[in-house]
């Protein structure tokens, strides 16, 4: 009687071992990260049109920039760069718990910039609470510096809504806007945000 | 390892022989033992992780047909009544309701007397709920993001310090296709009597 293990019993060994390390591997390297396992969920939107996420329900109606803005509360901002003012209607879509504007961002090139808090709580919509159904329509004002404004990357520059401030693993509506085909306005006054349909 | 074997021939003679033992059967017991371990142990843990995560939150109905009352938490609780305030009426016009939008008032009975180990009122939470076979659930908080002009009643939520019987009025704002083709139903809810929330059905 021979005990020996058979050669071939080595190598079919030997090619399983390979085998699971391969696909240990690939595993391993097609994984994505926890970065991407926890990024918001994109939802391409356009301007005038509603783009709706999980909670979240936006209409870009306009985009201006400009030299100075005056809100409807009278508060009145003077900038070195320029204000990029947005008008906005913003709903909540499943429930009003917890649903406020938390995520109101202008992406120009590898830059963002949050929508200002400088005008008050009840100028703009941004950081307010909203409501399941019903729209809120007011202004988002963005404080960007002029060359910003006036860049290549303007053409390409984004809006990014989302319904808490961390959207990871949540809805992100994204709104292409062409900055640098608006002209710079030399002052703009805007209204305080109002809820109800349009 | 080998496995000592014994065979009998037709005539009677027995050959022992000694046979090397397969890879399976020297480590059945093994295998068993993380066949049957490795999903326990997976279910224990994902059932900790759920289970935690549904008691934190009103997960579990009890569902009360209009008209019914309900011993939940420290106190019986009833729906008396419901009004709705259309937008574009004399009513929704002093109340400023926004364009678009109704407003609907629940009256709840909150009887605490001679519930619970001390008597304590409980606090709670109420929300309005549409639900409907072909569209998708939507809730609105009593009270809500929109203040109103005007105040219907002395209280619009539950009180920790009234121990008698009382009536309070939760308002909701809602868009005016709500209801429409869908069901309403009020959901009242006490943080210690979580995960489950009392569902009171509207007609």
């Known amino acids: ?198 | 390892m080998n496995e000592t074997v014994t065979e009998e021939s037709p005539d009677g003679a027995r050959t022992v022989t000694n046979k090397p033992v397969g890879w399976l059967r020297r480590n059945i017991r093994g295998l068993v033992a993380v066949v049957v371990l490795l999903p326990v142990t997976l279910g224990i843990m994902f059932a900790t992780q759920w289970i935690s995560y549904f008691e934190g939150w009103p997960s579990r109905p009890v569902n009360v047909r209009a008209g019914d009352t309900l011993e939940y938490g420290n106190a019986r609780w009833h729906i008396e009544g419901f009004d709705r305030v259309l937008g574009d009426s004399a009513a929704g016009r002093e109340r400023d309701l926004p364009a678009g939008t109704d407003l609907l008032v629940v009256t709840v009975l909150v009887d605490p007397t001679g519930t619970g180990p001390d008597g304590v009122p409980d606090l709670c939470a109420v929300r309005l709920e549409e639900s409907g076979a072909d569209t998708p659930t939507r809730r609105w908080s009593n009270g809500g993001a929109i203040s109103l002009d005007g105040a219907l009643s002395a209280h619009t939520s539950c009180s920790s310090e009234v121990s008698t019987r009382y009536t309070f009025d939760a308002e909701f704002v809602i868009p005016t296709d709500a209801g429409e083709s869908s069901a309403f139903s009020v959901d009242i809810y006490v943080e210690d009597a979580l995960p489950e929330y009392a569902s009171f059905a509207l007609d």
């Open chain 1, 1 to 198: 009687m021979n005990l020996k293990t058979p050669r071939w019993r080595h190598a079919a060994n030997g090619a399983a071992l390979v085998a699971i390390l391969s696909a240990a591997a690939i595993v391993l390297h097609t994984t994505p990260d926890r970065d991407l396992q926890q990024s918001p969920i994109s939802v391409p939107g356009s301007l005038g049109e509603p783009a709706t996420g999980r909670n979240i329900r936006a209409t870009v109606h306009s985009v201006a920039v400009t030299e100075a803005v005056t809100a409807g509360t009278g508060w009145a901002g003077g900038t070195p760069g320029v204000w990029v003012v947005v008008n906005l209607s913003v709903e909540a879509v499943e429930t009003d718990e917890m649903a406020i504007l938390g995520t109101a961002l202008l992406r120009v090139g590898d830059t963002h910039f949050s929508a200002s808090t400088r005008p008050g709580r009840t100028a703009t919509v941004v950081g307010g609470r909203l409501a399941t159904g019903i729209p809120l329509t007011g202004p988002l004002m963005f404080e960007v510096p002029a060359d910003v404004a006036s860049s290549t990357s303007a053409a390409d520059a984004t809006l990014e809504f989302a319904i808490s401030s961390d959207p990871r693993v949540d809805s992100l509506l994204v709104v292409p806007v062409d900055l640098g085909d608006l002209p710079v306005q030399e002052s703009l006054d805007v209204d305080v945000p109002e809820w109800g349909a349009r």
